[in-house]
């Protein structure tokens, strides 16, 4: 998400704050957030369709991943987590599958670090 945002010319401080890792811990911990419901959901198998089909509200992150996806390419920046994010939610992988992939990718050290 850093690289993608400092690529696209934003201050990496940024992310670092409520607006970035706070939501992002906050979506991805609360019981109340759409797209943590959308999650666990997913994880117990349940297509993405049905799941927002029964939904009141919008799970946005569903849209973002897309977003995020395309802009990565743009511009370039690898983000595997979206990757995966998006073949779990537009291309029937399970998530079990999504999760193994990413956990099994070679390490290769973060841009910036040695």
């Known amino acids: 998400m850093v690289r993608l945002g400092v690529v696209m010319g934003a201050d990496p401080r940024t992310f670092y704050g409520l607006s970035g890792v706070g939501d992002l811990v906050l979506t991805c911990t609360g019981a109340l957030s759409r797209n943590h419901t959308v999650g666990v959901r997913l994880g117990k198998g ?19 991943a897309k977003a995020a ?14 990757q995966e994010i998006n073949a779990v939610l537009f291309e029937d992988k399970s998530c079990r599958k999504a999760v ?6 070679d390490a290769k050290p973060e841009k910036g670090q040695p």
């Open 46 to 64: 349940e297509r993405l369709e049905t799941i927002l089909g029964s939904m009141q509200a919008v799970a946005e992150g569903v849209r973002t």
């Open 69 to 82: 996806l395309g802009l990565a390419r743009r511009y370039r920046v690898d983000m595997p987590i979206v």
């Open 100 to 105: 193994t992939d990413l956990m099994e990718r």
